[in-house]
């Protein structure tokens, strides 16, 4: 039994990594860590590739120590974790696919973000020029007497993202759901690479628009931990009020989709009346509804003043007055109850498994969140509770979103107590070194691995958390009839873009 001390003792940390160190490992460590996976004695918080090694982010979860073991791949081929732990799946793919690297003895090769219209192979590693040559995308079979197939997308009815699923389907009860993504791939890495910090950031608040702030924060706490660079107290409080005002209007969005997703659109209109209010308070505060490159590194862009503050006072007010009702009226809704209650479940193991984060997770009985059991400044001088349920299915998925409003809008409030006054950003100069940041986002942690050389990116990976909450999509709606499955997809929410980096 490896576990995490046995994986990392011993070794001396590679390079100046911060706040988490860095090792690297040999070939039987690396095989160890699949075992280790496996047998749930660490968590894989990512896995990512570079020019000549692959990385993997672990966890320990009872002593909550982080890690990064990298492991050399001087001619290209590395051992699957894969193999031992299926959420290693996806990312190693993208690894193929990216860096044309080999992933030895991986259960399933087939391409994951490459849909053969690049003009660039391994784009990443060592790139080749190649013709767009489109191929049928070989979907796993599903055998039994009477099954069906339901293609749906990637161009859907409403305005979202595109994604493929393909169902298997005897009657109306789906047998099983197989996703495609990478369909909104933009290259983010690759336009990070040699870029300026400034750039970066703008990039990074880029990934998945709905995340812009904790992307950037993410980014800034990377770059801040590789340059040894302290932000301002003030804009640490701004960067916490500018993320839960985002997670604030995110739910709200969430809640009343939800809703309509089973046919109740009473409550999209009134929860899309409280997320515009946010939206505007976050405009009249910061100068952008999304607060868009408003978090950058060593600060933040934009001081809150005091018609803002006054501003978000009435905002507290008056969704306080209007939220309990809908949450009653949620409640009290039979015909409602009978679409989200016991719909779309996902196993407390499973969650386990993909060490799933978020309202995921959280309905699933997996207590986490960054800020807690991360703790960033400044939520260890805040109080608030983690919200946990057991059940697992779409009504815990939504009861997980209206506790956590609730802790928002607390949190809101003890910010406009206790925001410090001073300065909001600070010099970011030139420098090199690594770094780790990782922020709770609304869907759960995100990652970001940020090296720099003479002040500019070599490499960042940003690994958002629907990279583990996709497959569990897949494993929630089986059983399940096809009618539900808008319900059980939007209770996840995943996000198309951050994914598809």
């Known amino acids: 039994m490896a576990g995490f001390s046995g994986l990392t003792a011993g070794r001396e940390a590679s390079g100046t990594q911060r706040p988490w160190p860095r090792f690297e490992v040999d070939a039987a460590t690396w095989e160890a860590l699949g075992v280790a996976l496996d047998a749930g004695e660490v968590c894989l918080l990512a896995l990512w590739g570079d020019s000549a090694s692959v990385h993997a982010a672990i966890r320990d979860e009872d002593k909550r120590d982080i890690a990064v073991l990298t492991l050399a791949c001087p001619d290209g081929v590395f051992a ?120 970066a950031a703008q990039l990074a608040g880029r990934v998945s628009g709905d995340s812009t702030v904790a992307y950037a924060l993410a980014f800034a706490q990377s770059v801040e931990a590789a340059l040894g660079v302290e932000p301002p107290v003030r804009a640490v409080w701004l960067r916490a009020l500018m993320a839960e005002l985002e997670r604030l209007a995110n739910h709200f969005g969430d809640i009343g989709a939800i809703c309509n997703d089973a046919a109740f659109a009473l409550m999209l209109a009134h929860c899309g009346v409280l997320r515009e209010r946010v939206l505007r308070a976050a405009m009249t505060c910061f100068g952008h509804r999304l607060m868009m490159d408003r978090v950058v590194p060593g600060g933040v862009a934009a001081d809150l003043s005091p018609e803002g503050r006054a501003c978000l006072r009435t905002l507290l007010d008056d969704v306080r007055k209007a939220f309990p009702p809908l949450i009653r009226l949620y409640d009290d809704t039979t015909s409602l109850q009978d679409r989200t209650v016991g719909t779309g479940i996902v196993s407390k193991a499973l969650a386990r498994q993909f060490a799933v984060g978020g309202y995921v997770g959280r309905a699933s009985g997996r207590n986490f969140d960054v800020r807690r059991d991360h703790s960033y400044a400044p939520y260890g001088d805040l109080r608030f509770e983690v919200p946990v349920f057991g059940e697992g299915d779409v009504n815990a998925r939504v009861w997980v979103r209206i506790r956590e409003v609730e802790q928002s809008l607390s949190l809101v409030e003890q910010i406009l107590g206790s925001l410090p006054e001073g ?79």
């Open 423 to 501: 300065d909001i950003r600070v010099a970011v100069e030139g420098g090199s070194g690594e770094g780790l940041g990782l922020v709770e986002g609304f869907r759960g942690d995100i990652l970001a691995w940020t090296a720099i050389e003479d002040g500019l990116v070599r490499r960042c990976h940003l690994r958002d958390p629907s990279w583990f909450q996709w497959p569990l999509l897949e494993a929630a709606i089986e059983g399940n009839i096809v009618a539900d499955f808008p319900l059980c997809n939007k209770s996840f929410n995943c996000s198309y873009s951050g994914h598809d980096l």
């Open 80 to 199: 699957s974790l894969g193999r031992h732990h299926p959420p290693a799946l996806r990312s190693e793919r993208a690894i193929q696919d990216l860096f044309g690297f080999t992933a030895a003895g991986l259960p399933d090769a087939r391409p994951w973000l490459d849909h053969d219209r690049w003009t660039v192979g391994s784009p990443l590693g060592t790139a080749q020029a190649k013709p767009p040559m489109p191929r049928p995308y070989a979907f796993l079979a599903a055998q039994g007497e009477g099954l069906h197939q339901i293609p749906v997308g990637p161009v859907h009815a409403g305005v979202i993202e595109p994604g493929h699923f393909r169902f298997n389907a005897s009657g109306e009860a789906v047998v099983r759901l197989e996703e495609r993504l990478g369909y909104t791939h933009k290259g983010v890495e690759k336009l990070m690479a040699g870029a300026a910090l400034d750039k």
